[in-house]
Each structure stands twice: as structure tokens, then as C-alpha cells.
């Protein structure tokens, strides 16, 4: 038996998250992965006006608020049976557009680059820059002042960690424009979507925001300022990091896990045109030589709650899931259920779409030695950042046409009203990965409502096979040589953009009502 | 274990200054010097604040972290210390637990808390290996102010609504005086300007019956509508793809801001870019304590003002005078 160490809480994530991970000859034997924090979003749900999902459940997160009411709205679409006009499809593609900007931003700069900077390094710049010297002067005046939090206490600096003092000053500095920029592109979104966080425009049959031309303006012109970020700051920061200095991270693979990809497809390019930004596909046990990706079949989906807090049942689909709270099981150790897809834990997010596309930037990348892992995960984000900002402008310029046209829509007003009776479903490629919800409708009320989201396929526990979720698997064979600074695991976690949030919003423990879902 | 930089005596600051010198390479003269200077400038004068998450979704985080007059980067870095803040801080696990527990035993600190309280059991929210409920209670007991952040901190939000039996900060601390900045998410203008308010005169900003700066939800969403004189006229909008009805009253969409106190119509969101009247949703009370429970259907008139409009408007009913509107134009 090796060594144990919880972390608890893992910080710079969303939600509450604890990492247990057993340590034997100074690498990770064993882990496991537990959300530690749950609100009853689903079950709040019943009993309530149908149209109230999509805002209520923009709730489950205030990071990637945008995501979960434009799924909810895409349930609610298929539900009502409302036909969205293409001027509310292309500004909610905006509205998402703007999301991804943001988040991927946030997640580099100010979620994560802090496990691979000594950020301490910034007082050996010598350099002559204006800029940086500013950088130094403010970090030097904190330590000077022995007041340097929130950037200390942490976890002390490795060997993988940046330790030269012009990249390092460069990168904090790029950490304070881009907590602008982050803010910024969500403004961006705000246009559209009303205002942020939790937009406020998105609604069952399109978008309440019937734009002018000058907000179609605004918004490019603040593109070009988020185009310039990315292009010349961002994506050049995650690639010269992965190729450069953090090579030796990159080769050895740190954080695979089970090498197997899912994602659900989203984003029409060109509305109502069905070609899609992310394509849909499955990647099980890749040979990164040979990349083969699958169809995905929306029914080989199952819920496992084995070592899940909830009571004892067989792997289901979420359609048909049945999910009765049960806080003292034994053996259970997560408010986080266990998604798989035909049976396996599944990887989603930024990573498995770039390997699902086949995206050639990737593929290069992956031909230089960088193997599928925490660092591949940071070059994915920049590379789909780039290929969102161009959608941007091409949903602009159809926007601007639609617009002109006679008899523009934003909204089907003529499935407004709840229906008496139905079902949908809504899948979506968020940020962080393949998302589903389900909505069923009697009397005009939701009967039931179930999200599966990005973080439960990641963050999952055991399944009742014993096969450990992403986070956990993609943690077996981390160097942890010093149990007091297990700075690698907080990377790899990191590097799959946690919400734990998200991941639990299940449950019921008043009543222990069986839920269940059905959809055709 | 390392020890906490602030919150160490003077040999363990040498002991530490020591080791940071080696990292920043200083030489040991300068160190004496860096450690004369910081020792004689009594460590930072930054107010310590600690900012805990509960029963959250970090939407009021991502709020604070949208300021930009002043950037976010700036509050964070020159005018407070943030000790502990989940989302934002570089230590994680035993690290953190650390700061916490050091920063609340010195005392003096602003509390910020955001995210509701589970009362229905315990383990609904458990960070660090300990109940949240917990956690509130010991760090308001030592706190020079307590600001409950958004609205399930306030009044328990849209948790309250669920089966956890989610609170406020006001229904646990009883003993102290709360600062209750409302909405969902917090507005970063209510929550910056509160901080610098009692930052500057180390007091709590004049409130209201339920706990909110007067200054920010003195009057209702409603008073300062813009959508107003069509609301007065009984003139509503029944179809957004009509851009003739895009400024009329939303009251018949559900909005709640007759009944909801904030300045959002006056302040807007996101630097006065745009707000839930303007972009055509309406208001949905998130300022208030009865929400969400008490606001839903969101899109539904749940008071009967819009039946009410239409006794009092003598040109008949608001739907009707829609159609006549329409024809006219």
C-alpha cells in the first residue's frame, strides 16, 4: 500500500473537487475523483413553467453560463416543436462564439498557468521593456510588502516548471491583459445575449434580442480586438509552451487516461445548413498513428452509480435513468455519476474534438511528439479559440444579410406557449465538452429534467466494472516525487478544465423520488 | 510544510525571506535589507479578505472578474488581499486550508461569501473535508465585515428552491451585521462599490429592510423603465421578430420589475452595454428574496398587473390596444 494524499479542495476550477491518489515509488498508483457539493437543480425544476429551464439551468454554472441555456433552449425547441428562424440560430451562435473566446482564455491564463510559471522568476528580468518592467515592479513590490496572495502560498515550482525570467514575466503579463480580454469577450456576448454572466436573451424558439446593425458592428469590432488577442498573444503562448518548454511534459504523455474521445457535434456553420463547426464522432482506444473515429449512436449512452451516492441500479440510459438518492452507500464516494459510452469512460472536451475532427494543427503537433495528454489539452483549446473567432465572422456577415432581408426573424412566436405533453432532448459541444440535456413535459409543467454534462463524463467515478473514470485514469503513473507538492496531479486535473458545478445537480434526498426520463 | 507568508513570525520570515531570495536571486545583503524594509512597513497595508464558495456556481466570481473600470486585475493585486478565494488562488488542498485558517484566527478581515448554505444535511457541501455551514460560522465570527455575495448567499437564490434546504448568510449568522448585495448574478459595480464604501469608512453603507445598500436598490427596476410610458399606456410586446414593438412594455412576458428593487435600469450591466429590459427578456426579480420560488413562471405575469392594465387603460384591453397600436403605426 502506497502512500495516501487527498487534495482538498482543488482550486482554480469551478465547483468543489477532491482528489484522492494513492503514491507508490514516487508515482500515482491510484486515484480517485469525488465531487464533494450538490444543489437539486433537476429536481427544483419540477412542477415548473417548461420556459424557466433554460434560465434556471444557465444556474448549474456562472463559467460557462451560455452553454447550459442554449442546450436547455435546444431541448425546449425540440420539445415545443419550435422551428428556431436562422437569425436566432446565427445570434446564438454568436452568443457561443463568444463563450468559447472567453473561457478557453480564462481557462489558460488564469486557471491554469500557474501550475507551470515560478512566477517568482519575474524578479531576474533584466530586460530593458517598458511592460515587463511594470510586471516586476508590481510582483517585486508585493513580496516587498510580504503580501503576495493570491499568487502565494502554492504548490513550490518543479522541474518542468518556467523558470526564465523573460517567459515568465511575458506570461504574467499576458495573465493581466487577458483577465481584460476574458471580460471583454464576454461583453462581446452580451450584446447578443443581454447581459453577463447568465445571459438573459436565450428563450425557448430563438433569441429575444432583436439586433440593429449597429450591435452587428460592435460585436465585429470587438471581435477584432479578441482576433488580434488570439492570434498574436494567445494561441502563439499555448503553442511556443507546448513546443518549447513544456516539450518534456508534452512527450510523456502526461495525463492520457483511456484514450478514448466522444463528442456529441455542434454549431452549424452555415444555418440551416447542417454542416457543423465540431463534427460528431467516437475515438475508442486511439492509435494516434491510425485514427479511427466512429458514428456516434446517442443510445449506447448509460449512467452508472455504483460509487455514486445514489441507490444501487444497473446501468441505464439517461433517458430511462432512474436516480433515488442514497448519502450513506457504501463504497460510494461521488455526487458524480458514471457516463459511459457502450460501456467505456469516455474523454470529452476541447481534446476529443480536435482528435474527432482529425484537425491537421493537432495532427502536426501530435507528429512533433506531443502525445495525447494535459499538454495536448491546452494546444486544443488555442487551435478550436482560432476556429471559433473565423465562425464569428462568417455568423456576422450572414447575420448582416439575413437582417436585410424582408421579414427577418429571431423567434418561432408561434410556440411560445408550453405544449400539454412532450419530450426533448438537446446535445451541445460546449467548451468543455459533450453536454445533453432532457426535458419531459406533462400539463404544461416539466415533468422531469436531466443534464448529462461535459464534467460528469470526465470527472466520473467507477463504474460498476471497476473502470475508473477520465480524471482518474489520466492520473495513474503521474510523477509525484514529493507528496507535500503533488503539483503534477493539479496539472493534469486542470488541464480538463473542471466544473464541478456542472457535474452534480442530481439529486433529491427529501423525497427519493424516482425519476425518469424518456425520449424517443 | 512552509510557512505562510503573512502570517509569520519574524524568525520564520527570515527563515522564508531566505528561501525567496535564492528563488528572486538576491544576495544575502540584500535580504537583510528587503526584510528590514518589509518588517518596518509592518507588512501590507491591504485589507485581508477571504472569499468562500458554497453552494455556488462561480457565476459571481466570473462577475467580479468581468470588472474592467477598474480592471479586475488591479482590485485583486493593489486594493485588497485576496488570503483565500477558491477560484482564484494559486495553493491548493492542505495550502489553502492553511491561509484560511491562519488568516480568520488574526482576525479584521472582510468576509465575502457567495453561493447558499445546505441546512437539510450537512455533507451537500463539504470543501476541505468540512461542512460549509461550518466553515461560514467560524470565519463570520472573527470577520470586521460580512458582505453576502449574489443571490443565493443573500436570501438561499435558486437552491432555496431545491431540496437541500439551502440559506443565506442572514439565516445562519445571526449576530452580526450582513451587507446582503442581491441579484444573479452579483452586479460587479454593487460589489466593488460596497467593498471601497466600507474599505473607505469602515462602515456598513445605509441598508434596507432585507439588508441591500440603499444607494444601489433604493428604487424598483421599474421606477426608471425606460419601457415605462408604454407600460403607463397598456402598449406590450407580444412578438420580438416585430421591430415596431421592440421598446414596449414586457410586462405581459412576465417581467418583474415592478416588484423588484435594483438600478439596473439606470446602471445597466457589463459598463452600461446592455441589460435584461433592453435586450427584450424582462426583468426576473433576481434581486429580490422571494426569488426564485416566488418569481416563477419567469415569463408569465404572476401579479395580474397586465389584467390590471387593462381595467385601468380606458382604450380597452393591453392586447387590443396592441392591435390598434399596430394599425396606427
Known amino acids: 500500500m502506497g502512500k495516501k494524499i487527498t487534495i482538498d479542495p482543488v482550486t482554480r476550477i469551478e465547483g468543489h473537487l477532491k482528489i484522492d491518489v494513492e503514491i507508490e515509488n514516487d508515482k500515482v498508483k491510484d486515484a480517485w475523483s469525488s465531487g464533494t457539493m450538490a444543489r437539486g437543480i433537476e429536481v427544483l425544476l419540477q412542477g415548473k413553467d417548461p420556459r424557466d429551464a433554460s434560465y434556471v439551468t444557465s444556474r448549474i454554472c456562472g463559467v460557462c453560463y451560455s452553454v447550459h441555456q442554449l442546450c436547455s433552449a435546444y431541448a425546449l425547441d425540440d420539445a415545443f416543436g419550435a422551428n428556431v428562424p436562422v437569425g436566432g440560430t446565427l445570434l446564438r451562435n454568436l452568443v457561443m462564439g463568444a463563450e468559447y473566446i472567453y473561457d478557453h482564455i480564462l481557462h489558460f491564463y488564469h486557471l491554469t498557468a500557474l501550475d507551470y510559471l515560478d512566477i517568482m522568476a519575474i524578479a531576474n528580468y533584466q530586460g530593458k521593456d517598458k511592460d515587463l518592467n511594470a510586471v516586476k515592479d508590481k510582483v517585486v513590490g508585493l513580496v516587498n510588502k510580504n503580501d503576495t496572495y493570491p499568487l502565494t502560498p502554492r504548490y513550490e515550482p518543479d522541474e518542468f516548471c518556467v523558470s526564465d525570467p523573460d517567459t515568465v514575466t511575458t506570461a504574467v503579463k499576458h495573465y493581466i491583459d487577458a483577465l481584460s480580454m476574458q471580460a471583454k469577450a464576454r461583453n462581446m456576448g452580451a450584446i447578443f445575449g443581454g447581459r453577463q454572466p447568465h445571459y438573459q436573451s436565450i428563450v425557448v424558439g430563438g433569441i429575444t434580442q432583436l439586433p440593429d446593425i449597429n450591435q452587428v458592428l460592435m460585436f465585429r469590432t470587438m471581435l477584432d480586438e479578441q482576433k488580434k488577442f488570439v492570434d498574436e498573444v494567445y494561441y502563439p503562448d499555448v503553442i511556443y509552451f507546448g513546443t518549447d518548454p513544456l516539450l518534456k511534459l508534452a512527450e510523456i504523455g502526461l495525463g492520457g487516461g483511456h484514450y478514448n474521445y466522444l463528442s456529441y457535434g455542434a454549431l452549424q456553420t452555415n444555418p440551416p445548413n447542417n454542416d457543423l463547426l465540431f463534427p460528431a464522432g467516437v475515438i475508442v482506444n486511439m492509435d494516434p498513428a491510425n485514427i479511427e473515429v466512429q458514428p456516434f449512436d446517442a443510445s449506447k449512452v448509460t449512467e452508472s452509480v455504483k460509487y455514486s451516492w445514489y441507490k444501487e441500479s444497473n446501468p441505464l440510459h439517461p ?72 465562425a464569428c465572422y462568417n455568423w456576422l456577415d450572414q447575420l448582416l444579410t439575413e437582417m436585410t432581408k424582408p421579414g427577418f426573424k429571431i423567434h418561432d412566436t408561434d410556440h411560445w406557449d408550453p ?30 429534467y436531466q443534464a448529462v454534462v461535459p464534467s460528469t463524463w470526465n470527472a466520473s467515478p467507477r463504474c460498476e466494472k471497476g473502470t475508473r473514470g477520465q480524471y482518474e485514469e489520466s492520473l495513474i503513473g503521474v510523477p509525484v516525487p514529493d507528496p507535500d507538492n503533488p503539483i503534477n496531479v493539479v496539472r493534469v486535473i486542470r488541464s480538463f478544465d473542471p466544473c464541478l458545478a456542472c457535474a452534480i445537480h442530481l439529486i433529491d434526498p427529501q423525497t427519493n423520488e424516482i425519476k425518469k426520463f424518456i425520449v424517443e | 510544510m512552509s510557512p505562510i507568508l503573512g502570517e509569520i513570525n519574524r524568525r520564520d520570515f527570515l527563515k522564508y525571506s531566505a528561501v525567496t531570495a535564492a528563488a528572486l536571486g538576491l544576495s544575502q545583503a540584500d535580504v537583510v535589507t528587503k526584510v528590514s524594509e518589509a518588517i518596518a512597513a509592518s507588512t501590507s497595508k491591504k ?110 437564490g435558486i437552491p432555496a428552491a431545491g431540496p437541500t434546504g439551502a440559506k443565506g448568510v442572514r439565516d445562519i449568522v445571526k449576530n452580526k451585521p450582513i451587507i446582503n448585495i442581491s441579484t444573479c448574478p452579483v452586479h460587479v459595480d454593487h460589489l466593488v462599490g460596497t467593498i471601497v464604501y466600507y474599505l473607505t469608512t469602515k462602515k456598513v453603507p445605509p441598508l434596507d429592510k432585507e439588508g441591500r445598500p440603499v444607494m444601489y436598490f433604493g428604487e424598483t427596476v421599474h421606477d426608471n423603465c425606460r419601457r415605462r410610458s408604454y407600460f403607463e399606456e397598456g402598449i406590450v410586446l407580444e412578438d420580438w421578430n416585430d421591430p415596431k414593438q421592440k421598446n414596449w412594455c414586457l410586462i405581459d412576458k412576465g417581467c418583474k420589475g415592478p416588484d423588484t428593487y435594483s438600478d439596473c435600469s439606470v446602471r445597466k450591466w457589463n459598463d452600461g452595454l446592455n441589460f435584461c429590459i433592453d435586450c ?50
Open chain 1, 419 to 448: 405544449p400539454a405533453t412532450g419530450e426533448g432532448v438537446g446535445f451541445y459541444e460546449p467548451p468543455r465538452g459533450s453536454l445533453g440535456h432532457w426535458i419531459s413535459i406533462k400539463d404544461k409543467k416539466i415533468a422531469n
Open chain 2, 280 to 329: 427584450g427578456a424582462g426583468c426576473h426579480g433576481c434581486a429580490e428574496p422571494t426569488f426564485y420560488a416566488g418569481m416563477t413562471p419567469l415569463y408569465s405575469d404572476i401579479t395580474g398587473k397586465a389584467d390590471e392594465l387593462k381595467e385601468k387603460t380606458r382604450l380597452g384591453s393591453a392586447k387590443q390596444l396592441t392591435d390598434k397600436q399596430r394599425k396606427e403605426v
Open chain 2, 47 to 156: 485589507p485581508p479578505v477571504i472569499w468562500l464558495e458554497g453552494q455556488d456556481c462561480a457565476g459571481c466570481t466570473t462577475s467580479f472578474a468581468s470588472a474592467l473600470n477598474p480592471p479586475a486585475a488591479s482590485i485583486i493585486l493593489d486594493t485588497i488581499s485576496v488570503r483565500y478565494h477558491e477560484t482564484i488562488m494559486a495553493a491548493a488542498g492542505y495550502k489553502s486550508e492553511e491561509v484560511l485558517h491562519a488568516t480568520v484566527k488574526k482576525g479584521g478581515y472582510v468576509l465575502l461569501v457567495e453561493g447558499s448554505i445546505p441546512t437539510a444535511d450537512r455533507r451537500f457541501c463539504m470543501v476541505g473535508g468540512r461542512p460549509f455551514k461550518e466553515i461560514v460560522e467560524e470565519c463570520a465570527k472573527n470577520a470586521a465585515a460580512i458582505i453576502a455575495v449574489g443571490a443565493c448567499a443573500t436570501y438561499g
Open chain 1, 319 to 390: 433517458s430511462k435513468g432512474e436516480t433515488v438518492y442514497d448519502l450513506d452507500k457504501k463504497d460510494a464516494y461521488s455526487f458524480i455519476k458514471a457516463p459511459r459510452y457502450d460501456g467505456t469512460a469516455m474523454e470529452v472536451g476541447p481534446l476529443a474534438r480536435m482528435l474527432v475532427a482529425k484537425n491537421p494543427t493537432l495532427i502536426d503537433l501530435v507528429k512533433k511528439g506531443v502525445k495525447p495528454g494535459a499538454v495536448a489539452r491546452h494546444a486544443c483549446r488555442a487551435i478550436e479559440t482560432k476556429m471559433v473567432v473565423d
